[in-house]
C-alpha cells in the first residue's frame, strides 16, 4: 500500500473509531473510580444481559460456560445492531455480583460456597426481541451450554459506594475494607451484593496492572 493510500486508510479507521460509543465514557460517573478515594455514586437504571451461578470462578466449569454465553451474545447483539444501521457502540465489560447466604459468612478462602450473577450492561436500542432473534441465531452457530440461561433484564442499583483496585483479584481484601469503612464514615449501612467491573482484559494485562471497580450499594 502506497503512502497516499496508507493514510487514507488509517483516515478512515479513525473516522470510524471515533464514531463508535463507548458507553464507558457515556456513564463516567458509574465506570470510571479512584484508586485513592472511593466515592458516592447513583448508579441508574440500566439493562443487561445476565447469568445466574454458583461455584468457585477459578475452578467451576459454570463459571467459564456463563462467561462465553454472555460475551458470544454480547457480540452478536452488537454486530446486529451495526448491521441495521445504527451507530456502532465498544461491548462493555464483564460485571459481577458476588454474595453467600450468610454474608457474614463471606470468605475468599471458601470460594466453593459463592453465588454469584455475571452481567454485561446493553445499551438502549437492544430490547428483549433482539436478544431473542440473536440468541437463535448464535444457538445454530455455537455450542454454548449456558446459552439458554442468560436473562435479559433491567437491574436498579441505586445509591453505591466505590472504589478502584489495582491488582490481582486475590489482594481485593484491603481495598474492600477500606471501601466499607468509608461507607460507615458516610453514616450509611451497606446493602444489596458485593459488586465488582472488570476493566482490564486478564489474558493479556500482568495481574499486578489489573482494574477493577468495586461497589457496594448503601443506604
Same mark, same amino acid.
Given at each position: 500500500?502506497?503512502?497516499?493510500?496508507?493514510?487514507?486508510?488509517?483516515?478512515?479507521?479513525?473516522?470510524?473509531?471515533?464514531?463508535?460509543?463507548?458507553?464507558?465514557?457515556?456513564?463516567?460517573?458509574?465506570? *470510571? %473510580? =479512584?484508586?485513592? @478515594?472511593?466515592?458516592?455514586? #447513583?448508579?441508574?437504571?440500566?439493562?443487561? +444481559?445476565?447469568?445466574?451461578?454458583?461455584?468457585?470462578?477459578?475452578?467451576?466449569?459454570?463459571?467459564?460456560?456463563?462467561?462465553?454465553?454472555?460475551?458470544?451474545?454480547?457480540?452478536?447483539?452488537?454486530?446486529?445492531?451495526?448491521?441495521?444501521?445504527?451507530?456502532?457502540?465498544?461491548?462493555?465489560?464483564?460485571?459481577?455480583?458476588?454474595?453467600?447466604?450468610?454474608?457474614?459468612?463471606?470468605?475468599?478462602?471458601?470460594?466453593?460456597?459463592?453465588?454469584?450473577?455475571?452481567?454485561?450492561?446493553?445499551?438502549?436500542?437492544? *430490547? %428483549? =426481541?433482539?436478544? @431473542?432473534?440473536?440468541?437463535? #441465531?448464535?444457538?445454530?452457530?455455537?455450542? +454454548?451450554?449456558?446459552?439458554?440461561?442468560?436473562?435479559?433484564?433491567?437491574?436498579?442499583?441505586?445509591?453505591?459506594?466505590?472504589?478502584?483496585?489495582?491488582?490481582?483479584?486475590?489482594?481485593?481484601?484491603?481495598?474492600?475494607?477500606?471501601?466499607?469503612?468509608?461507607?460507615?464514615?458516610?453514616?450509611?449501612?451497606?446493602?444489596?451484593?458485593?459488586?465488582?467491573?472488570?476493566?482490564?482484559?486478564?489474558?493479556?494485562?500482568?495481574?499486578?496492572?489489573?482494574?477493577?471497580?468495586?461497589?457496594?450499594?448503601?443506604?
Amino acid at each position: 500500500m502506497d503512502a497516499e493510500l496508507w493514510h487514507e486508510a488509517g483516515r478512515v479507521h479513525t473516522v470510524r473509531a471515533m464514531n463508535k460509543v463507548d458507553y464507558k465514557k457515556e456513564l463516567k460517573h458509574v465506570y *470510571t %473510580a =479512584s484508586a485513592k @478515594e472511593p466515592s458516592l455514586v #447513583e448508579v441508574p437504571q440500566l439493562s443487561y +444481559l445476565r447469568i445466574d451461578g454458583a461455584g468457585d470462578p477459578n475452578s467451576s466449569r459454570s463459571y467459564q460456560e456463563a462467561v462465553a454465553a454472555l460475551f458470544s451474545l454480547a457480540y452478536t447483539l452488537k454486530f446486529s445492531v451495526k448491521k441495521g444501521g445504527a451507530r456502532d457502540y465498544a461491548v462493555m465489560p464483564l460485571e459481577g455480583l458476588w454474595w453467600v447466604d450468610d454474608m457474614k459468612q463471606f470468605s475468599v478462602t471458601r470460594k466453593d460456597e459463592w453465588q454469584w450473577t455475571l452481567m454485561i450492561m446493553q445499551p438502549a436500542m437492544v *430490547t %428483549a =426481541s433482539l436478544v @431473542e432473534s440473536c440468541r437463535s #441465531e448464535l444457538a445454530r452457530k455455537k455450542d +454454548l451450554p449456558a446459552l439458554a440461561q442468560v436473562e435479559f433484564a433491567a437491574f436498579d442499583e441505586g445509591k453505591a459506594a466505590q472504589v478502584l483496585h489495582v491488582g490481582p483479584f486475590s489482594d481485593e481484601g484491603p481495598t474492600i475494607e477500606r471501601l466499607h469503612r468509608f461507607i460507615e464514615a458516610q453514616g450509611l449501612k451497606l446493602t444489596g451484593k458485593h459488586h465488582e467491573i472488570y476493566l482490564s482484559d486478564i489474558r493479556r494485562a500482568a495481574p499486578a496492572k489489573w482494574k477493577t471497580i468495586i461497589r457496594q450499594p448503601a443506604e
